[in-house]
C-alpha cells in the first residue's frame, strides 16, 4: 500500500513568520510531486509542484524535493491569516501515473 | 483562468437511488479524473479517464460506478444503487495537452452527495 505521511496538525504560527509544512512517501518510484491547499468545505487548490530534487520557488511559497530521503516539504514565508487551511501533499503513484495518492493534510492556522 | 465546473453542488438522494453528477473539465485538457472525500478523511482516487476510455480505476470504483464523456464538453460520474457509505464531497479534476504524467491536477468545486 503506497502511503504519503503528514502530520495532522495545527500547525499554529504568528503572522510573518514562516510555516513549514512535511510529508514522506513510500512510493520511491514516484516523479512527480503536488502541494495543494484545501479551505474547509472547499475543493483542493493547486500551490506548488515540483519534479526535480532542490527547491522550487513561487512568490512566498517554497517546495523542497529529497527523493533519496522520499521527502517533500512547503515553506510558506511570511505567512498571512489567509494562509489558514488545510495542505494536501500528493505524489503521483509511479505504476498507476494517473493516480494522485494524497496525505491526510496539515491544517495550518496562522494568528494575526 | 479556466476551471473544471461541477453541478449540483449538492446532490441528496435516498439509499438505492441512482444519481449522476455533472462536470465540465477545462476545455483544452485530455485527461479527465474523478476524486472523492469522505468527511474528514483523504481525497481517494476513483478512475482516470483519457481517450473516450477509462484508463485506470480504483477499488473503490466497482460495478455500481460508472463515467461517460456524453458529448464534447461533459463528463459525468454515475452511481447506479446509492449505498450510505457513497456519501462523500466528489472531485472531478482534469489535467494535461499532453503527457499526463507531470501535469498537475485542477479541481472542479466538488458535489457533496448525501445518501439518507
Known amino acids: 500500500q503506497k502511503e504519503v505521511e503528514q502530520n495532522s496538525g495545527p500547525l499554529s504560527v504568528p503572522e510573518g513568520a514562516i510555516a513549514s509544512l512535511n510529508c514522506t512517501y513510500s512510493?520511491?518510484?514516484?516523479?512527480?510531486f503536488f502541494w495543494y491547499r484545501q479551505y474547509s468545505g472547499k475543493s483542493p487548490e493547486l500551490i506548488m509542484f515540483?519534479?526535480?530534487?532542490g527547491d522550487k520557488e513561487d512568490g512566498r511559497f517554497t517546495a523542497q524535493l529529497n527523493k533519496a530521503s522520499q521527502y517533500v516539504s512547503l515553506l510558506i514565508r511570511d505567512s498571512q491569516p489567509s494562509d489558514s487551511a488545510t495542505y494536501l501533499c500528493?505524489?503521483?503513484?509511479?505504476?498507476?501515473?494517473?493516480?494522485?495518492?494524497f496525505g491526510t493534510g496539515t491544517r495550518l492556522q496562522v494568528f494575526p | 483562468e479556466p476551471e473544471v465546473t461541477q453541478t449540483p453542488s449538492h446532490q441528496v438522494t435516498q439509499m438505492g437511488q441512482e444519481v449522476i453528477l455533472r462536470c465540465v473539465p477545462i476545455?483544452?485538457?485530455?485527461?479527465f479524473y474523478w476524486y472523492r472525500q469522505i468527511l474528514g478523511q483523504k481525497v481517494e482516487f476513483l478512475v482516470s479517464?483519457?481517450?473516450?476510455?477509462?484508463?485506470?480505476k480504483s477499488e473503490i470504483f466497482d460495478d455500481q460506478f460508472s463515467v461517460e464523456r456524453p458529448d464534447g464538453s461533459n463528463f459525468t460520474l454515475k452511481i447506479r444503487s446509492t449505498k450510505l457509505e457513497d456519501s462523500a464531497m466528489y472531485f472531478c479534476?482534469?489535467?494535461?495537452?499532453?503527457?499526463?504524467?507531470?501535469?498537475?491536477?485542477?479541481f472542479g468545486n466538488g458535489t457533496r452527495l448525501t445518501v439518507t
Open positions: 479534476a482534469s489535467s494535461g495537452t499532453s503527457s499526463s504524467y507531470n501535469s498537475p491536477l485542477h
Open positions: 512510493d520511491r518510484g514516484s516523479q512527480s
Open positions: 515540483i519534479y526535480s530534487n
Open positions: 500528493a505524489v503521483k503513484d509511479s505504476t498507476n501515473t494517473d493516480k494522485l495518492i
Open positions: 476545455s483544452n485538457h485530455l485527461y
Open positions: 479517464f483519457y481517450n473516450n476510455e477509462i484508463s485506470e
